[in-house]
């Protein structure tokens, strides 16, 4: 029998914050696939509005279910995602000198963002289940480890080093969020230091590059510096109210480079200036702000874990991607939340919120 109350703690405000995040991006990116000679990219618009919607659906059907069955089938769930990033190396499709992707008839996926949900929920699921309130120490966490390590490097052969790191993002977020023994994290902090060496020595040369470009961007203006010294300049010249909607030169002349992709961001900043960009931060915040409430008021410890797991995917997400365009981080490859173009991210995100919704509506079943 239905639950009325379902209705009554429907987050309606997440869902308005959704909408108007998802309109934002759609009105960016058609300005990013139309303005000047770029008719050919038109279509990248009709399909990000049909992913829209394939994300809305699925987002409905998270949230309708109880997630406390997520917790139940939290380890089926991380073994199919494992095999579908088995799959991509085996019969991936080839793309910008990556394999990420597989195709399914018309349609290509991305399984390294299932992962990032398939983390969250095994990672909810455990730290549940062996809550230590005195925090958990280095022996602890050699299960939790062993969970991030095999999609990791999974995802790093793809080679995808920015999904990578963003899922030890998540990781260390959620392991912070439950406790963490001071001298567990000290030691773990130190063994990356030391690490770091031995990191770098197994780096693809174009990932050195990005690193050593992100340091120093005039080192290769025209080569792997280009990307970051183009989106700075069209970032710079918005001003502070922007050139206009369309009218953004270095979008329109074709200097910045992934403009309906990974660099959206400098589209918009360009044509709506500093206060535009603001706005859009703001929105982010409220975004970020609402999933960190979600956890706080639910009572129910898988519930509390899995939001705080969803609001730092979107969290790193977001800091990664403006970050990045703005020559504060390396270039990674990270798209920007419902903004950026791309059906396995904006379903993945979709799904993600789905799931916030999905604990705030039921958190009067544990009040």
Not at 37 to 59: H, K, P, S
Not at 325 to 343: A, K, T
């Amino acid at each position: 029998m239905f639950d009325r109350r379902l209705v009554q703690h429907f987050d309606w405000g997440l869902l308005g914050l959704t909408l108007f995040l998802e309109g934002i991006g759609l009105v960016a990116l058609y300005s990013a696939v139309t303005a000047g000679d770029q008719t050919a990219q038109e279509i990248l618009f009709v399909r990000q509005i049909i992913w829209f919607g394939a994300g809305f659906a699925v987002m409905v059907i998270t949230f309708l279910f109880n997630y406390k069955l997520l917790e139940r089938f939290a380890f089926p769930i991380y073994a199919g995602s494992l095999l579908l990033l088995a799959a991509v190396l085996l019969m991936g499709t080839i793309g910008g000198g990556a394999q990420r992707w597989i195709k399914l008839g018309p349609l290509f996926i991305q399984p390294s963002e299932a992962a990032k949900i398939s983390i969250i929920i095994v990672l909810a699921r455990y730290y549940a289940r062996y809550a230590n309130p005195n925090g958990y120490s280095l022996r602890d966490l050699v299960k939790p480890a062993l969970l991030i390590a095999v999609p990791f490097m999974l995802i790093v052969r793809q080679p995808d080093l920015g999904t990578g790191l963003l899922l030890l993002l998540i990781a260390g977020s959620m392991t912070i969020f439950v406790k963490i023994k001071r001298s567990s994290l000290v030691t773990i902090i130190l063994f990356c230091m030391v690490a770091f060496p031995l990191v770098w020595s197994f780096l693809k040369e174009y990932q050195k590059q990005r690193i050593l470009t992100f340091l120093n961007p005039d080192r290769d203006p025209l080569g792997a510096g280009y990307h970051i010294i183009q989106s700075k300049i069209a970032i710079g010249s918005g001003m502070f109210t922007g050139k206009g909607y369309l009218k953004g030169t270095q979008n329109a002349l074709s200097f910045l480079p992934e403009q309906h992709t990974d660099f959206i961001f400098s589209v918009l900043a360009e044509e709506w200036g500093f206060l535009g960009a603001v706005f859009v931060l703001f929105a982010f915040f409220m975004l970020i702000v609402w999933g960190l409430r979600v956890a706080y008021r639910s009572r129910d410890p898988f519930g509390s874990i899995l939001a705080v797991g969803v609001t730092a995917m979107l969290f790193w997400q977001i800091v990664i991607n403006i970050g990045m365009v703005m020559g504060l981080m390396p270039v990674v490859g990270v798209p920007l939340p419902l903004i950026s173009y791309g059906g396995s991210s904006v379903v993945t995100v979709l799904v993600c919120i789905g799931l916030l919704m999905n604990v705030s509506m039921r958190r009067f079943m544990i009040e």
